[in-house]
C-alpha cells in the first residue's frame, strides 16, 4: 500500500512526497521473515534510485540501484534484478565514468542474452555507443550499431526509428564523423532535426 501511494505522488511528480512513501515501504519489509516479498522490495527500491536520478543524486540513486539489484535476485525476479543492474549504466554516464559504464553494460547484455532476454539486451548496448565513439572503439561501436538496428524491433522495414527515439540519428551520426564520413554524418544529423520536434532532438 505503501508503495502503491509513493507511485501515486511519483505520477503527480511530487518527488520528496514519493521518497517518503518509498521509504516507509521499504521500512516496513521484514527481510528476517521467510516470507519477505523480496520481489515488491526490489522495485520499491528501483523507484527511489529513479527519482535520485532524476534529482541528479547520483550517489543516492546508485546506492538504491545497488539495493534493487540485490533484492531481486533475492526474489529470483532475474528481470527485475538485471534491468536494476542495467539502471546503473546511465548513473555512472552521468558520473563522469564512461568505462565503467561500458563494463555494466556487457555485463547485464551477456547476463541478458544468457536468461533469453535478447530484446533487453540490444537495447542496453545501445546505450553507450556514445561513450565507445568517443574511446574510439569504432568496431565495437559499429557492432552494436548492427545489433540495435537489426534485433531491437523499433525500425521499420524503411529504416526509420520509432517516435521518441530519433536522438539515435544523433548517435548514428556522431558514428559517421568518427569514421570521417561527413555527408553520411549530416544526412543523420538533418534526419534527427526533421523527425524529432522536441526540445532535446532540435537542441
Same mark, same amino acid.
Given at each position: ?37 523480496? %520481489? ?11 527519482? *535520485?536520478?532524476?534529482? &541528479?543524486?547520483? %550517489? ?5 540501484? #545497488? ?12 528481470? &527485475? ?28 547484455? &551477456? ?7 535478447? !530484446? ?13 565513439? #568517443? ?29 521518441? %527515439? ?14 570521417? !564520413? ?6 543523420? *544529423?538533418? !534526419? ?8 532535446? &532532438?532540435? #537542441?
Amino acid at each position: 500500500a505503501y508503495y502503491l501511494l509513493g507511485r501515486a505522488y511519483h505520477d503527480l511528480h511530487e518527488a520528496p512526497m514519493a521518497l517518503k512513501y518509498f521509504q516507509i515501504a521499504s521500512e516496513r519489509a521484514d527481510t528476517t521473515a521467510a516470507n519477505c516479498d523480496y %520481489r515488491q522490495l526490489s522495485r520499491v527500491y528501483g523507484q527511489m534510485s529513479s527519482i *535520485f536520478y532524476q534529482q &541528479n543524486l547520483m %550517489r543516492q540513486s546508485l546506492e538504491k540501484a #545497488n539495493l534493487s539489484e540485490l533484492y531481486g535476485w533475492k526474489g529470483m525476479d532475474t528481470l &527485475n534484478a538485471l534491468r536494476s543492474m542495467g539502471g546503473k549504466i546511465a548513473i555512472y554516464k552521468r558520473m563522469n565514468h564512461p568505462d565503467t559504464a561500458i563494463s555494466i553494460c556487457e555485463e547485464v547484455c &551477456n547476463q541478458l542474452s544468457i536468461y533469453g532476454y535478447r !530484446k533487453y539486451s540490444t537495447a542496453y548496448r545501445s546505450s553507450v555507443l556514445k561513450e565507445l565513439i #568517443n574511446k574510439g572503439d569504432i568496431e565495437k561501436a559499429a557492432k552494436y550499431i548492427n545489433n540495435y538496428e537489426s534485433e531491437s524491433g523499433y525500425f521499420d522495414s524503411a529504416h526509420n526509428i520509432e517516435k521518441g %527515439r530519433e536522438v539515435y540519428y544523433y548517435i548514428k551520426g556522431d558514428y559517421y564523423m568518427a569514421i570521417e !564520413k561527413y555527408d553520411s554524418a549530416e544526412t543523420f *544529423f538533418r !534526419k534527427e532535426l526533421r523527425e524529432g520536434k522536441d526540445f532535446n &532532438n532540435q #537542441n
